[in-house]
């Protein structure tokens, strides 16, 4: 043992993610050796349908669910910040993966808050979609 650290030069340890093309939904787990296991015990988290297996027409339709909306109007941010430059560059200018980018406009991820801030820095400018989703859910409460 160095540094408090156990060598443990048999383990394997990979996070897996499942996207079931069907439904669109999507399970993380991590795999140790050749079993995948989910999270540890007592620390599941269900599966969830991307953005835009939740709109009819993703991008370009809005949608009446609060979280969906957010996804939907901070994709469109982030192409507009894009300015015409690839995923590829941002990708290089901010430190985010390309794939992840895209997965952002493609609406196939759930964005972070990590990779929020490291595209908002580099890009200089707001994405977050502020009051966005008050004001879906204050439409939807309304009666029409």
């Given amino acids: 043992m ?6 443990f030069p048999n383990l394997r340890l990979m ?15 991590v795999e140790f050796g050749d079993e995948p296991e989910p999270y540890p015990p007592g620390v599941a988290r269900p599966a969830r349908s991307v953005p835009r297996a939740l709109v ?4 370009h339709e809005p949608s009446n669910d609060p979280v969906v909306e957010v996804a939907r109007t901070l994709a469109h941010r ?3 910040a894009m300015d015409g430059r690839s995923a590829r560059e941002v990708g290089r200018l901010s430190g985010v993966d390309y794939s992840t980018i895209s997965a952002i406009l493609n609406g196939t991820t759930w964005p972070d808050l990590v990779t929020l801030a490291k595209l908002e820095a580099r890009l200089k400018t707001d994405l977050w979609p502020a009051g966005v989703a008050v004001a879906v859910a204050a439409h939807r409460r309304t009666p029409q």
Avoid at 16 to 27: A, L, P
């Fill in 56 to 59: 009819d027409d993703w991008p």
């Fill in 15 to 29: 996070v897996v993610t499942i996207i079931d093309q069907g439904t669109d939904k999507f399970f993380t787990g």
């Fill in 78 to 80: 982030v192409e507009e």
């Fill in 2 to 7: 160095r540094h408090g650290i156990a060598p």
